[in-house]
């Protein structure tokens, strides 16, 4: 909980950055007035810092932004007061940083101005795509073009037993045709580690397998027992205990999940279209010397730094 609280406390660490950025460096007066200069119910403040106070409103919009698995939790009064004293606590570091002229420094400027670009930026983003929407037409011609996304292939549940030769694969097969157990003969007789599981290889799909002992395991019926088989590995004898044919989900059962990669899709689409119209009105360029001049000069240095072992390097 405590780094949910901690992310809220920073999104409206960055609002309010972006309201004194904006405002720009006011003095005590100034600021006094601005921050006393609309009569406030009482009956909406929760807390006050100072002059500045912290309504019941402002706490619902920070509330608001927490993920949504974790709301009712946050329903509590317990909680939103806690959530609330770390927002105090916040505002009040604040203004001691800028009573200390910390906001003044050029280096928490140039934060200020990156946080409040990336807000920008975001809310731009957001305008943009808010009412990107997907027609069912777009959502029917997705799924009849990516079947095979929403498709499982045919998988068999086998079992084998593994030896070096012919001659012991041969004599293996004979001891299971007069009724022997399988599972029993592959823990003492098979050189594959599935020896201890009795052979069993689990669920496979297509394309995980030696391809001769994949051709011969797919032919095969439910519950059949293979001839021997010889692949790269030696000489297999294949149970087929279990089949489950190839299927492919309906529309219905994947259709919102294709809804969101359209409507992705079609997010991103807008905004490489507004970047493009952006880059028509304004002049944009990256000086491309720069980082190759620190590419080069970090391998000069690599080299001049290399540590001298005291040996002849022509020895």
Same mark, same amino acid.
């Given at each position: 909980?405590?780094?949910?609280?901690?992310?809220?406390?920073?999104?409206?660490?960055?609002?309010?950055?972006?309201?004194?950025?904006?405002?720009?460096?006011?003095?005590?007066?100034?600021?006094?007035?601005?921050?006393?200069?609309?009569?406030?119910?009482?009956?909406?403040?929760?807390?006050?810092?100072?002059?500045?106070?912290?309504?019941?409103?402002?706490?619902?919009?920070?509330?608001?932004?927490?993920?949504?698995?974790?709301?009712?939790?946050?329903?509590?009064?317990?909680?939103?007061?806690?959530?609330?004293?770390?927002?105090?606590?916040?505002?009040?570091?604040?203004?001691?940083?800028?009573?200390?002229?910390?906001?003044?420094?050029?280096?928490?400027?140039?934060?200020?101005?990156?946080?409040?670009?990336?807000?920008?930026?975001?809310?731009?983003?957001?305008?943009?795509?808010?009412?990107?929407?997907?027609?069912?037409?777009?959502?029917?011609?997705?799924?009849?073009?990516?079947?095979?996304?929403?498709?499982?292939?045919?998988?068999?549940?086998? $079992?084998?037993?593994?030896?070096?030769?012919? /001659?012991? %694969?041969?004599?293996? +097969?004979?001891?299971?045709? &007069?009724? !022997?157990?399988?599972?029993?003969?592959?823990?003492?007789?098979?050189?594959?580690?599935?020896?201890?599981?009795?052979?069993?290889?689990?669920?496979?799909?297509?394309?995980?397998?030696?391809?001769?002992?994949?051709?011969?395991?797919?032919?095969?019926?439910?519950?059949?027992?293979?001839?021997?088989?010889?692949?790269?590995?030696?000489?297999?004898?294949?149970?087929?205990?279990?089949?489950?044919?190839?299927?492919?989900?309906?529309?219905?059962?994947?259709?919102?999940?294709?809804? $969101?990669?359209?409507?992705?899709?079609?997010? /991103?689409? %807008?905004?490489?279209? +507004?970047?493009?119209?952006? &880059?028509? !009105?304004?002049?944009?360029?990256?000086?491309?010397?720069?980082?190759?001049?620190?590419?080069?000069?970090?391998?000069?240095?690599?080299?001049?730094?290399?540590?001298?072992?005291?040996?002849?390097?022509?020895?």
């Amino acid at each position: 909980m405590k780094q949910i609280v901690v992310l809220l406390l920073a999104s409206m660490f960055i609002l309010c950055c972006c309201t004194q950025a904006q405002e720009g460096p006011k003095t005590k007066e100034a600021s006094d007035t601005l921050q006393t200069s609309k009569a406030v119910d009482d009956q909406h403040v929760v807390a006050r810092v100072g002059d500045a106070v912290i309504l019941d409103s402002d706490l619902d919009a920070l509330l608001a932004n927490v993920p949504e698995q974790y709301r009712e939790r946050y329903k509590s009064p317990k909680v939103q007061k806690e959530v609330l004293e770390r927002l105090v606590d916040v505002k009040m570091l604040a203004w001691e940083a800028r009573k200390r002229g910390l906001d003044a420094k050029p280096e928490v400027k140039l934060k200020i101005e990156y946080l409040i670009d990336q807000i920008l930026a975001k809310e731009l983003e957001a305008d943009v795509t808010e009412n990107a929407a997907v027609e069912e037409d777009e959502i029917t011609a997705y799924y009849n073009d990516n079947t095979d996304k929403f498709s499982t292939p045919l998988r068999i549940k086998v $079992r084998h037993i593994l030896v070096d030769t012919q /001659e012991e %694969a041969v004599d293996v +097969l004979g001891r299971i045709q &007069k009724g !022997e157990d399988f599972a029993e003969l592959a823990k003492t007789l098979s050189k594959c580690p599935s020896a201890k599981k009795g052979g069993d290889l689990g669920w496979i799909s297509k394309g995980r397998m030696d391809p001769v002992f994949e051709k011969a395991a797919f032919e095969m019926e439910k519950d059949e027992i293979s001839d021997v088989v010889k692949s790269s590995f030696g000489f297999h004898i294949i149970q087929v205990q279990d089949k489950k044919p190839a299927t492919v989900k309906e529309l219905s059962e994947v259709k919102s999940s294709i809804e $969101r990669i359209l409507k992705q899709e079609s997010m /991103e689409d %807008a905004l490489e279209q +507004l970047k493009a119209k952006i &880059k028509q !009105e304004i002049t944009i360029s990256i000086n491309e010397e720069h980082f190759t001049e620190d590419v080069d000069n970090q391998s000069g240095n690599t080299e001049e730094a290399a540590p001298d072992n005291g040996e002849d390097s022509t020895q």
